[in-house]
């Protein structure tokens, strides 16, 4: 991958283009002109300028891309070490703890979505389309960023359903795995979950597994692992939702960016002889039905 168009921040635009484009470029980022942008774009300015980049788009590539790394052999790396992750996910979902059939999907579409946004990013810079390798670079790591926002649910809805007694839900635990979140006080195992008894298993619980109410209850760990782990997929789901909602909204909302880019596009697959240079990558031009693309200059 062409790391050129990359560099620190506080050094200059994200992509250099050529002295008439910069000069273009400077006088969109102009005050005046962003007093006529709606006030999502001029907040999230303010942020960039004040963290050193010129768009989000700069901001998550210098830390995925460049920051991390100083070779292409990094840079494989971190791609590797996000697909190994996701498959290392996947291979949890079949775990006893989280294996039902809705966990395994969710994580699967979830994984699939996170590789497909990547891949699509991967072949669209090779394709040198800079505007829809920021579109799918910033899909993929927002989405990827869902899991921060999961845990954050996987607080807030246990702790709703613990308030209506009557929204309770039950989860299904093994024996083994009461067993061994009471190790460390045996004598609650006999009081609270008694069918978990070695003695008492053959005959009450001959599968191995016990119902347990799904509560935060600090006087009971067994209740709050289930409460925390009947909301898994759901938080996982509306978290995903989320940032894929708002991955939208802004790709919506900086549509400049995105002209600036497939501009930069252009220029850039002139130079190395493109056939149709502008609609290189996966473009809506290409594979879908759309107008023309005007050619900078030409209307």
């Known amino acids: 991958m062409d790391t050129s168009v990359l560099e620190k921040p506080n050094q200059g635009t994200f992509i250099q283009d050529d002295s008439s484009n910069a000069a273009n470029t400077a006088s969109s980022r102009s005050d005046p002109e962003l007093k006529t942008r709606g006030r999502f774009v001029a907040v999230f300015h303010k942020v960039q300028t004040w963290l050193g980049f010129k768009s989000a788009y700069a ?43 809705a966990t395994q999907a969710s994580t699967g579409i979830i994984s699939l979505a996170i590789l497909g946004a990547l891949s699509l990013a991967i072949y669209n810079i090779r394709q040198v389309q800079i505007d829809q390798h ?9 989405y990827a960023g869902f899991i921060i926002t999961q845990r954050i ?28 979140i009471y190790k460390p006080t045996p004598e609650l195992l006999a009081i609270n979950y008694p069918a978990c008894l070695p003695e008492n298993q053959a005959t009450f619980a001959p599968d191995g597994m016990v119902a347990i109410k799904g509560l935060l209850n600090p006087d009971d760990r067994v ?18 939702l989320m940032h894929a909602f708002f991955a ?10 995105a002209e600036r880019l497939r501009r930069v596009s252009y220029q850039r697959q002139l130079e190395r002889g493109f056939k149709n240079p502008g609609s290189a990558g996966l473009v809506v031009q290409r594979i879908g039905d759309a107008d023309p693309w005007a050619v900078p200059g030409n209307g």
């Open 59 to 101: 901001f998550i590539l210098y830390y995925a891309l460049k920051a991390p790394h100083k070779t292409a052999l990094q840079g494989c790396r971190l791609y590797a070490t996000v697909f190994l992750t996701l498959v290392g996910a996947c291979m949890l979902a079949d775990s006893p703890n989280e294996g039902s059939i």
């Open 134 to 142: 920021r579109a799918w670079m910033i899909r993929a790591w927002v």
């Open 153 to 180: 649910f996987m607080i807030i809805i246990p702790s709703i359903l613990t308030r209506w007694p009557e929204a309770t839900r039950y989860a299904v635990m093994t024996c083994d795995q009461v067993r061994w």
């Open 223 to 240: 209740q709050s692992s289930a409460g925390i782990g009947v909301t898994f997929v759901a938080a996982g789901t509306l978290a995903f």
């Open 248 to 257: 939208e909204l802004y790709l919506a909302l900086t549509p400049r960016e």
